[in-house]
């Protein structure tokens, strides 16, 4: 098989290039400052409370600012925004950064908790950086600040140092996250990091006498800790906002103390529907006790059922090894209620490697990862939900995914997930990045295809979230993305399956309850792959008219330009025939009209 054939078998046809959605983006309130960084850990959530769909989401914006907006049946009722005013610390006034939203029905309300760090810079390198949760009501018309929570203050959660003999150490706080299930119980995690000297002592056969050998070194321990509640702000006391340190929580199988051998990174949390809380971290370890010293990067999930002061009936953990370069873990809860995958959670990450091939050079390869319980068993091993790596060239730049359950009317459908994740453009292997999706169930991609999350065919998207667990609308989902075009933060709602077709609403259904797309491609070739002629079928919009179809190989070298009869049909059929026989492979077919670009792979056979 040749090289060309051998890519081609192991690239799958992008499909999701065609996919142009036709309704525009529905622009975020009060984000025209907003820049791509101040997204990327943006938290979201979508609900459906008696037939009115709510989207509500946070960001960054520039200077000291975080934002929340919301958007009712997706901007066909009501969009707005506020910003959410920083705590006092002192005499002064923080700076916060890094939201997480949730958003859940409890006791009659609807409210939205969020959680974000902030910084008291006046004390320079003293600074604490602590966690902090804020809640808002739904009045009818707007969120405004609860008022029945911590008196409508914002609370802070953990602590932002710790003294003891040994002196006093700041506690750094990053991270934090929020998630709550269809009953309004939350769960909020953080970590919490502080560089401090460490008294360590060392008994061996050199030092063996009173007391071993002791010294004094400087150390950074870090943390993550866990604190469950109420989304009303109700059920924290029992924790007093502390919360609980999630590495030694009752049943677990790291050992205690864990701190000098075991730093938990970057947590997130999800909420099972019956309550249960699972959250994952990354789990540097070394063994000292071994020989030589043992040393492992692992993604880490645990699960426990929450009380006052324990994590009772502990449901265990679970671990993968992901040695190499990778990115946050991004998790979510089922919105299952059976008793067997109540407990169901997925998780995805960025992943990178690098090779040196013999006469071919160095590689760099990325991959979308997704690791996860399924049907009450925690899978072996990930899924690579992104384009799979060609070990012979450089991979498709992919990072930055998440996660969420699909919204289902039925619960049959209450297993299927969308995975979404920043994306260089894939036919163009541009600079800029496209913001792609596709659906899983259990590990497994429903489609060998992809959707395109954004509206626009080009430029620079950033995607910082995407969410539907408890939307009771088959399929659907809501997303939200950073567009350099704008710029600006957009909604998108959707309610077609990521990596079947357009992610539209129909233009006669503005809250896109119900209905789904046109055709999902301008053009497509039948058959594909092929030893012959192809038939490259068009389907037009009134109006469009092709200026160009052309076949190139996969440098770009236009090989032939096929000739595209005039006729005033939106639906269309041109036959090619090569005028030359061509090597088996892929190629690259461009069709340039008066609205659009549009590529797709095929593939020649011998």
Same mark, same amino acid.
């Given at each position: 098989? @040749?090289?060309?054939?051998? %890519?081609?078998?192991?690239? +799958? =046809? *992008?499909?999701?290039?065609?996919?142009?959605? #036709?309704?525009? &983006?529905?622009?975020?309130?009060?984000?025209?400052?907003?820049?791509?960084?101040?997204?990327?850990?943006?938290?979201?959530?979508?609900?459906?409370?008696?037939?009115?769909?709510?989207?509500?989401?946070?960001?960054?914006?520039?200077?000291?600012?975080?934002?929340?907006?919301?958007?009712?049946?997706?901007?066909? @009722?009501?969009?707005?925004? %506020?910003?959410?005013?920083? +705590? =006092? *610390?002192?005499?002064?006034?923080?700076?916060? #950064?890094?939201? &997480?939203?949730?958003?859940?029905?409890?006791?009659?309300?609807?409210?939205?908790?969020?959680?974000?760090?902030?910084?008291?810079?006046?004390?320079?390198?003293?600074?604490?950086?602590?966690?902090?949760?804020?809640?808002?009501?739904?009045?009818?018309?707007?969120?405004?600040?609860?008022?029945?929570?911590?008196? @409508?203050?914002?609370?802070? %959660?953990?602590?932002?140092?710790?003294?003891?003999?040994?002196?006093?150490?700041?506690?750094?706080?990053?991270?934090?996250?929020?998630?709550?299930?269809?009953?309004?119980?939350?769960?909020?995690?953080?970590?919490?990091?502080?560089?401090?000297?460490?008294?360590?002592?060392?008994?061996?056969?050199?030092?063996?006498?009173?007391?071993?050998?002791?010294?004094?070194?400087?150390?950074?321990?870090?943390?993550?800790?866990?604190?469950?509640?109420?989304?009303?702000?109700?059920?924290?006391?029992?924790?007093?906002?502390?919360?609980?340190?999630?590495?030694?929580?009752?049943?677990?199988?790291?050992?205690?103390?864990?701190?000098?051998?075991?730093?938990?990174?970057?947590?997130?949390?999800?909420?099972?529907?019956?309550?249960?809380?699972?959250?994952?971290?990354?789990?540097?370890?070394?063994?000292?006790?071994?020989?030589?010293?043992?040393?492992?990067?692992?993604?880490?999930?645990?699960?426990?059922?929450?009380?006052?002061?324990?994590?009772?009936?502990?449901?265990?953990?679970?671990?993968?090894?992901?040695?190499?370069?990778?990115?946050?873990?991004?998790?979510?809860?089922?919105?299952?209620?059976?008793?067997?995958?109540?407990?169901?959670?997925?998780?995805?990450?960025?992943?990178?490697?690098?090779?040196?091939?013999?006469?071919?050079?160095?590689?760099?390869?990325?991959?979308?990862?997704?690791?996860?319980?399924?049907?009450?068993?925690?899978?072996?091993?990930?899924?690579?939900?992104?384009?799979?790596?060609?070990?012979?060239?450089?991979?498709?730049?992919?990072?930055?995914?998440?996660?969420?359950?699909?919204?289902?009317?039925?619960?049959?459908?209450?297993?299927?997930?969308?995975?979404?994740?920043?994306?260089?453009?894939?036919?163009?292997?541009?600079?800029?990045?496209?913001?792609?999706?596709?659906?899983?169930?259990?590990?497994?991609?429903?489609?060998?295809?992809?959707?395109?999350?954004?509206?626009?065919?080009?430029?620079?998207?950033?995607?910082?979230?995407?969410?539907?667990?408890?939307?009771?609308?088959?399929?659907?989902?809501?997303?939200?993305?950073?567009?350099?075009?704008?710029?600006?933060?957009?909604?998108?709602?959707?309610?077609?399956?990521?990596?079947?077709?357009?992610?539209?609403?129909?233009?006669?259904?503005?809250?896109?309850?119900?209905?789904?797309?046109?055709?999902?491609?301008?053009?497509?070739?039948?058959?594909?792959?092929?030893?012959?002629?192809?038939?490259?079928?068009?389907?037009?919009?009134?109006?469009?008219?092709?200026?160009?179809?052309?076949?190139?190989?996969?440098?770009?070298?236009?090989?032939?330009?096929?000739?595209?009869?005039?006729?005033?049909?939106?639906?269309?059929?041109?036959?090619?025939?090569?005028?030359?026989?061509?090597?088996?492979?892929?190629?690259?077919?461009?069709?340039?009209?008066?609205?659009?670009?549009?590529?797709?792979?095929?593939?020649?056979?011998?």
């Amino acid at each position: 098989m @040749g090289l060309l054939a051998c %890519l081609a078998w192991l690239h +799958p =046809v *992008v499909a999701q290039v065609f996919y142009t959605p #036709s309704t525009a &983006d529905l622009l975020a309130p009060g984000s025209t400052t907003t820049t791509a960084n101040g997204t990327g850990n943006t938290g979201t959530d979508f609900i459906n409370a008696n037939g009115t769909t709510y989207q509500v989401m946070v960001w960054d914006k520039i200077g000291t600012q975080v934002i929340l907006s919301w958007s009712v049946n997706n901007g066909a @009722g009501v969009t707005g925004s %506020l910003p959410i005013v920083a +705590p =006092v *610390v002192g005499a002064n006034q923080t700076k916060i #950064s890094d939201p &997480d939203v949730t958003l859940a029905l409890y006791n009659g309300g609807l409210f939205a908790a969020v959680v974000y760090l902030a910084k008291d810079e006046s004390l320079g390198v003293n600074a604490t950086v602590q966690t902090y949760l804020d809640i808002y009501q739904w009045n009818g018309s707007a969120f405004v600040r609860y008022a029945g929570f911590n008196s @409508g203050v914002p609370k802070a %959660l953990g602590v932002a140092g710790i003294s003891n003999a040994y002196g006093t150490a700041n506690r750094i706080h990053s991270s934090p996250n929020i998630d709550a299930n269809a009953a309004g119980r939350i769960g909020i995690v953080w970590q919490e990091t502080s560089t401090e000297t460490a008294n360590i002592r060392v008994i061996s056969p050199s030092y063996p006498g009173p007391g071993g050998y002791s010294f004094n070194q400087v150390t950074t321990f870090a943390e993550s800790y866990v604190l469950p509640g109420n989304i009303d702000g109700s059920g924290f006391l029992c924790l007093s906002y502390r919360g609980a340190l999630a590495t030694q929580l009752a049943g677990g199988s790291v050992p205690n103390p864990p701190i000098l051998f075991n730093q938990s990174l970057s947590p997130d949390v999800a909420v099972a529907p019956g309550g249960a809380i699972s959250f994952c971290y990354i789990s540097a370890t070394a063994n000292p006790t071994s020989i030589p010293v043992t040393a492992g990067i692992r993604l880490v999930v645990k699960q426990y059922l929450p009380d006052c002061f324990t994590f009772n009936a502990d449901y265990g953990s679970y671990s993968w090894d992901i040695t190499g370069t990778t990115g946050v873990p991004r998790m979510a809860a089922t919105a299952h209620t059976g008793n067997t995958n109540d407990l169901d959670v997925e998780i995805v990450m960025s992943w990178q490697g690098s090779a040196c091939l013999d006469g071919i050079g160095p590689r760099t390869y990325y991959e979308i990862r997704n690791w996860g319980r399924s049907a009450g068993v925690f899978r072996e091993g990930p899924t690579i939900v992104s384009l799979p790596t060609v070990a012979s060239q450089n991979g498709y730049k992919a990072e930055k995914p998440v996660v969420a359950f699909c919204g289902a009317e039925k619960p049959a459908f209450s297993d299927r997930y969308v995975v979404a994740w920043e994306g260089l453009d894939y036919p163009k292997n541009s600079a800029g990045t496209d913001v792609w999706s596709t659906t899983l169930i259990a590990g497994v991609r429903q489609t060998s295809d992809y959707s395109r999350v954004n509206n626009t065919a080009s430029g620079t998207q950033s995607i910082p979230s995407v969410a539907g667990r408890y939307s009771g609308v088959d399929k659907s989902m809501a997303y939200l993305f950073w567009d350099s075009s704008v710029p600006q933060l957009s909604y998108r709602y959707a309610t077609v399956q990521a990596g079947v077709g357009s992610l539209n609403r129909t233009a006669a259904d503005p809250s896109g309850a119900t209905g789904s797309t046109g055709p999902a491609r301008v053009i497509d070739a039948y058959p594909n792959p092929s030893t012959s002629a192809i038939d490259f079928n068009l389907h037009l919009r009134a109006g469009e008219v092709v200026q160009q179809l052309s076949v190139a190989d996969m440098m770009g070298r236009v090989l032939d330009k096929v000739a595209v009869p005039s006729s005033q049909d939106t639906d269309q059929v041109v036959n090619w025939q090569p005028k030359r026989a061509l090597p088996e492979g892929s190629y690259v077919v461009k069709l340039v009209t008066n609205q659009r670009t549009e590529n797709i792979t095929i593939n020649r056979n011998r």
